[in-house]
């Protein structure tokens, strides 16, 4: 046996050598700089290339949401009267976006803005309310947090929230929700360890990365692929893509 592979070694390197080189995927970037500001940051796209995101107008200013058209044309600017920052999280084929803003008296609250309409709400007892994924439905996901600091998700749909809460941990944010109602998300176990998690038919599935640290999920397709971050044994971050 030992004799066959020496023998076949050469053969092997040989071929090697004639394999085509891996695919380079050609990807046109465009740069989105909202004029004046320092900071921008796109957060989302939808099916026909509309995009969401905020920018800031100074380092110590306030934050701004904005919709692009396709191509990042057209930019609008969405801001809450008398908030101090506003900043789109979420954005589905309708056109209809999610997020959150801070007003003045520090207080978060989570809006959808749709057919030129802006609806913001909050949940009863909490500090701190943000949207962060809707679907061509209309059901929202995101997160609120309470007088004790935790984060704890929510599902919003016709105007009633369900407390999604994974069984056992300190800390819930969910973060995205398709079409088929699975949502996605990250939560922290009581060692301070992040996971992501799938929600789907009143059942939390656990979504780490072979060998992290840390796994972080923020969103999911129709095709139930989901994207996310996580980090290895040296600290470094690295994106993800995991396909059913």
């Known amino acids: 046996m030992h004799h066959f592979l020496l023998r076949a070694l050469p053969l092997l390197v040989s071929l090697l050598g004639v394999l085509p080189p891996p695919t380079v ?25 509309e995009l969401i995101g905020f920018y800031a107008d100074g380092w110590a200013g306030l934050f701004h949401g904005f919709v692009a058209g396709t191509n990042a044309t057209d930019l609008l600017n969405i801001s809450i009267p008398g908030a101090s920052a506003t900043r789109l999280f979420g954005l589905n084929d309708l056109g ?34 943000s949207a962060e994924g809707i679907n061509a ?11 004790d600091d935790r984060h704890r998700g929510f599902l919003y749909d016709k105007g009633v929230f369900k407390t999604l ?8 944010e969910p973060h995205g929700i398709n079409n088929k109602g699975k949502i996605v998300g990250t939560y922290v176990d009581k060692a301070g360890k992040f996971h992501g998690f799938v929600y789907d038919k009143g059942k939390f ?19 139930g692929q989901i994207v996310g971050t996580y980090r290895d044994q040296n600290n470094r971050t690295y994106g993800f893509v995991s396909t059913p």
């Open 137 to 147: 439905k209309g059901q929202i996901v995101g997160y609120n947090v309470g007088p």
């Open 25 to 49: 995927l050609a990807y046109t970037f465009t740069t989105i700089d909202v004029q004046g500001a320092v900071l921008t940051e796109a957060r989302g796209i939808n099916s026909q290339g």
């Open 205 to 223: 599935t656990t979504i780490d990365v072979p060998d992290a640290t840390h796994t972080y999920v923020h969103h999911i397709n129709e095709s």
């Open 165 to 172: 809460d994974v069984p056992k941990a300190t800390f819930t």
């Open 96 to 129: 209809h976006v999610v997020g959150g803003y801070i007003d003045g008296d520090g207080s978060g609250y989570g809006f959808v803005a749709q057919n030129g309409t802006i609806e913001a709400f909050g949940v009863n007892g909490a500090t701190f309310t």
